[in-house]
């Protein structure tokens, strides 16, 4: 799902989803709650990618 993901732009997207999902997180539903859980697990470990991508100059 998010294998052609590039820029450093992409990422910033990346994270304004992870802090939505941190919201979803906090909700009383404990599906929701599992859902999100697996969510921020994955969205963390492409955002943490974020660092091997070269500057633009």
Known sequence: MFDNIT???DYTDLHTVLEA?????NMESSKANDIA???IE???AK???ASLIPEDK
Do not use: G, N, R, Y
């Not at 999902?21 to 997180?25: I, P």
């Open 7 to 9: 820029t450093k732009e």
């Open 21 to 25: 999902v941190m919201v979803l997180e």
């Open 37 to 39: 859980k697996q969510i």
């Open 42 to 44: 994955l969205l963390s």
């Open 47 to 49: 955002a943490k990618e």
